[in-house]
């Protein structure tokens, strides 16, 4: 249904966080380990619990909603990334206000109200679950990115020497099947060309490739040209140092900045570049690295 698809799309877009993080439980070490598991499966729950409702808006006026989201041009979907959902949504409403009946346009409003209650109530969870998350991926991660010897998407042999022949290497993990990290694929291409002059790369690693798993390999490949990627998507073997790594991530999409000593600097990035706010934090701490590098 195309209403329900476009609405649960631009939801996952707001929430990374609640697609994958802390899935698996590995033992429960400690109590420590125990309840920070038990606190996000309990945020989780509860985010899903709250996108349930809100699909069920959507759902009760389906036609309406499907009437606005077809208002939505590229340019609206840009914007969307630099504005709250349910501004996003008020914003569809007010472009279709001319083609709807008065009480029409009043359910929509009606609906958008209770959107942004929803949303209000998610906000915190959503913060909290990010935090939680980060500070989970970074528990899990060496100060070194393990040694490797691949081949990217296209079967060209990638070896981790790749760092040593850049100042800056952000690593991005991502899969096939996750919105967020597709959508930011177009963007993490602009920031490989805005950095490549500088002496930086961007390398993708798909963790649904591993172990050159041939239909996973397929899309992907796909899945890239279509989005524009030129640089870099690797597959690894998921029994390899740098595989085993890669299973560590908690939440995708997530990148890590790599220097020319194969040293991982600062805090794992666990959200998309496609956010404003985090291409500007990434590309501040891309030119320091470059700095330092050049001392």
Request: charged share 35%; hydrophobic share 35%; aromatic share 6%.
């Amino acid at each position: 249904m195309k209403l329900k698809k476009l609405g649960v799309f631009a939801l996952a877009a707001t929430m990374v966080f609640s697609l994958s993080a802390c899935s698996k439980k590995e033992g429960n070490a400690n109590q420590k380990e125990g309840q920070k598991v038990e606190q996000n499966e309990d945020i989780e729950g509860k985010l899903n619990e709250l996108t349930k409702k809100e699909n069920e808006i959507f759902e009760k006026h389906k036609g309406l909603w499907e009437k606005a989201f077809s208002k939505a041009d590229k340019a609206d979907v840009e914007a969307s990334k630099e504005m709250a959902y349910e501004d996003f949504l008020a914003s569809l409403v007010e472009k279709v206000k001319g083609d709807l009946k008065e009480e029409e346009v009043k359910s929509l409003e009606e609906d958008l109200e209770a959107i942004k209650a929803i949303e209000k109530e998610m906000a915190p969870l959503k913060e909290k679950m990010a935090k939680n998350v980060q500070e989970k991926t970074k528990e899990n991660m060496e100060n070194k990115f393990p040694e490797f010897k691949a081949k990217d998407l296209d079967g060209n042999e990638v070896t981790s020497d790749t760092f040593k022949d850049h100042a800056v290497t952000l690593v991005n993990f991502w899969f096939n099947g996750c919105a967020p990290c597709v959508g930011e694929l177009p963007d993490l291409q602009k920031l490989n060309d805005a950095i490549k002059e500088k002496g930086g790369q961007v390398i993708g690693i798909n963790t649904e490739c591993m172990d050159n798993n041939e239909g996973s390999v397929k899309e992907a490949k796909n899945i890239v040209k279509e989005q524009g990627v030129t640089y870099s998507n690797l597959i690894l073997d998921s029994q390899s140092p740098a595989g085993k790594f890669a299973l560590k991530i908690m939440a995708f999409p997530t990148s890590i900045l790599v220097d020319r000593n194969g040293n991982i600097v600062g805090d794992p990035i666990v959200a998309g570049v496609d956010r404003k706010d985090v291409l500007e934090e990434v590309q501040k701490r891309i030119d320091q690295i470059i700095a330092n590098d050049k001392k």
